[in-house]
């Protein structure tokens, strides 16, 4: 059976979620819509002027905010329904899915715009959500980065707000946590989820396969180069971080133990889809590693030590068969490259001139970047979002269309352009949601409460294999690791809430 999530009785529960923050939630919501629909206004005729198709996105956006005035419980509804799609489609098709709308407008935008929108029409979850330490950090860190972009907006125009999504894509959170709070919404999460995992699993070998070799052959998304799918193998280790993790904390329940077998074909799927990726991304390896490890670690089972027996066989069989996929000026996909890129990350001598060179390249351009923030005149206010940091730094790689922005570090990213006090920022508001999630795992799982004990960790899991994905990749600076790390993190964020209103075990038997 699936392990319940919440065993309090109804009126146990009700109680404590009564309560509505001080402060925005209080704002009267003809105020707040008054406001809204101005400001709708002005965007729209200023959109005429310069796009007309913009426009009308605009104009669909505006009547979509009047049907949530009508009917707000069912937009909201209507909402988590469109971006569970966004998601799935993000995690499925990669970036070809990202090119979905009309440019600037596109789906990730769109469902930007649609979320502040849902956000309005939530008040008693907004006020909720308002009252997270969390939130607080993340609206800090939210301010910081608008501070350190406005200034630029007229010197860089479109290439500002590109890097801006970098603390713009926050408002997922708020969004997320928001709805989940409003309702019942959580309950279906971890059920939406289970449900989508074996599709997720069956699909990304393939759809990763076509955008590697096959990709000469794909579609392409209308009036542009991009074929859908369009999947990189970082995106790709870090989704197959958050269902190995999912299926090790036995979440995954088959309501037919006879039927138990498609979990081992489920492994086996997710093996593959692993070997192909994390022989093409090293960062994405050990993101997979070390989220899977954090499992393993905090919740030690016999059944881990049987799927790792498992897996060392199959990879032990691809070695000695020498089972390669060759892909010509690339890095070849087999068990040995997968065991090269090991060695890469813990040493120095790769045997690999293309591994080294990049490794190399990166600690330089890290090392500038933390002597002139750290030690240097940016401590304060960093580079600013819209300037292109591989120009600024003289690590461009592409100088035909400037394409490189960013330094292959999502961290490093925040310290370069919003300095020293953002980067602090940027430390305590993931340090603060990290260690509440361990704290609410092991109070979980001392007052008997397994099923939220089982969801904590899975959260924390998937959480770290993005943080660690991060590190190595250009990865929260679009919309593909971007909205999904902010969304999982609005889910955490209501759920550490949700938990936090329980009655503690004590209480619970009294």
């Known amino acids: 059976m699936t392990p319940r999530l919440v065993d309090v009785p109804t009126a146990a529960r009700a109680d404590p979620l009564r309560t509505v923050a001080r402060g925005a ?31 009308a996105g605009l104009v669909g956006v505006a009547v979509v905010a009047v049907a949530a005035v009508v009917h707000p419980d069912r937009y909201r509804r209507g909402y988590g329904a469109l971006l569970a799609v966004v998601l799935v489609g993000y995690a499925m098709l990669g970036r070809g899915f990202a090119y979905v709308g009309v440019e600037p407008l596109y789906i990730g935008e769109m469902a930007l715009g649609l979320g502040l929108v849902a956000l309005l029409a939530s008040d008693r979850g907004l006020g909720r959500t308002l009252r997270s330490p969390i939130v607080g950090l993340l609206l800090a860190y939210m301010t910081w980065g608008a501070w350190r972009t406005i200034p630029y907006l007229g010197t860089h125009g479109v290439g500002a707000l590109r890097d801006a999504v970098l603390w713009g894509y926050t408002a997922f959170a708020v969004i997320v946590a928001a709805l989940l709070l409003a309702g019942e919404g959580w309950r279906r999460v971890p059920e939406g989820y289970r449900r989508w995992l074996p599709w997720l699993l069956v699909w990304l070998p393939f ?3 076509a955008s590697t070799i096959w990709i000469e052959r794909l579609p392409r998304m209308p009036g542009t180069d991009v074929t859908i799918p369009l999947l990189k193998p970082g995106d790709v280790a870090v989704h197959l971080a958050g269902a190995g993790a999912f299926l090790l904390l036995g979440l995954w329940d088959l309501r037919d133990r006879r039927r138990a077998w498609l979990e081992w074909v489920l492994w086996g799927l997710w093996a593959l889809t692993f070997v192909a990726a994390a022989t093409k991304n090293r960062g994405g390896m050990v993101a997979v590693v070390v ?38 000026g ?9 065991a090269r890129n090991a060695v890469s990350v813990v040493g120095d001598e790769t045997g690999s001139e293309s591994l080294q060179g990049t490794a190399d390249w990166r600690r330089r351009w890290w090392g500038d970047i933390v002597d002139y923030t750290v030690f240097g005149p940016y401590f304060w206010s960093g580079k600013g979002f819209g300037i292109n940091l591989a120009n600024a730094d003289g690590y461009q790689v592409d ?40 704290l609410a795992h092991f109070r979980a799982r001392r007052e008997g409460r397994e099923g939220w004990a089982r969801i904590d960790l899975w959260i924390l899991a998937y959480w770290t294999a993005f943080m660690v994905n991060a590190t190595f990749d250009v990865f929260l600076e679009g ?22 209103r329980l009655p503690h075990a004590a209480e619970a038997r009294a």
Request: charge should be positive; avoid cysteine; hydrophobic fraction near 55%.
């Open 25 to 55: 939630s209080e704002v009267p919501s003809v105020v707040k819509w008054t406001l809204g629909l101005a400001l709708s206004g002005l965007a729209i005729a200023g959109a005429i002027l310069v796009k007309p198709a913009l426009a």
């Open 207 to 209: 759809g990763y396969l």
């Open 291 to 328: 989220a899977l490890g954090l499992v393993m670690v905090l919740r030690p089972s016999w059944r881990w030590f049987k799927i790792g027996m498992a897996g060392a066989t199959l990879l032990a069989v691809l070695v000695a068969a020498d089972v390669r996929v060759d892909i010509p």
């Open 330 to 338: 690339e890095r070849d996909i087999s068990a040995r490259q997968l």
């Open 399 to 438: 100088w035909m269309d400037e394409s490189l922005r960013s330094p292959h570090n999502g961290h490093l990213t925040v310290l370069a352009r919003a300095g020293v006090p953002g980067f602090v920022l940027w430390i305590l508001l993931h340090g603060f949601f990290g260690v509440s999630l361990l």
């Open 479 to 500: 919309p593909m690791g971007g909205i999904w790390f902010w969304s999982l993190m609005g889910g955490g964020i209501a759920a550490l809430e949700i938990q936090r």
